[in-house]
């Protein structure tokens, strides 16, 4: 489940949702399980994609779902147990993260089951919305990749517009 802390309040603009989601049919039914800030359901659903988005603890209650995708920004200080519970649960995923995953131990032995988007620009995310509008940090200091597994209609690698 999310926790507040300075690792994992940092949540995905609009913009990098449109990317994502122009790469995933409408007809699929998305699972976003890190509630965050509440609002990358709302961002899915206005987009017309069906979402399943609920402030709980997913590797208790991902059963309870008939979903096609899981589509995600993790919270990144927990990533290896993150990973672990998608490999275990073996369902198609699009997940966030920091370029440098791909060197870690636990995905470097999947790389050849895995896919990933490379961002033509620096991802800034955001840490609140004020007056409506995402308040987005200026100098993210890392490259974002979009890690993909069990999506075979995606090419290995591609750039995507930012």
Known sequence: MW????????????????????????????YEPYYGDGRSGEIIRSLGYEVIH?????????????FDIIITNPPFSKKKEVFEWLFKIDKPFMVLVPITTLTTSYIRD???ELK?????????FYKEVVDGEENLLKKTSFDTILLCYKCDWMDSTMSLLN
């Not at 994992?8 to 039914?29: A, C, H």
């Not at 609920?54 to 008939?66: F, G, I, K, L």
């Not at 990933?116 to 800034?124: D, E, K, P, S």
């Open 116 to 124: 990933f988007y490379i961002f033509r620009r620096r991802v800034n």
């Open 54 to 66: 609920n402030n709980e603890n997913c590797y208790e209650h991902y059963q309870n779902y008939d």
């Open 110 to 112: 999947k790389l050849g």
């Open 3 to 30: 926790s507040k802390n300075i690792d994992n309040d940092y949540f995905t603009p609009k913009t990098i949702w449109e990317k994502i989601l122009s790469l995933v049919s409408k007809d699929k039914v998305i």
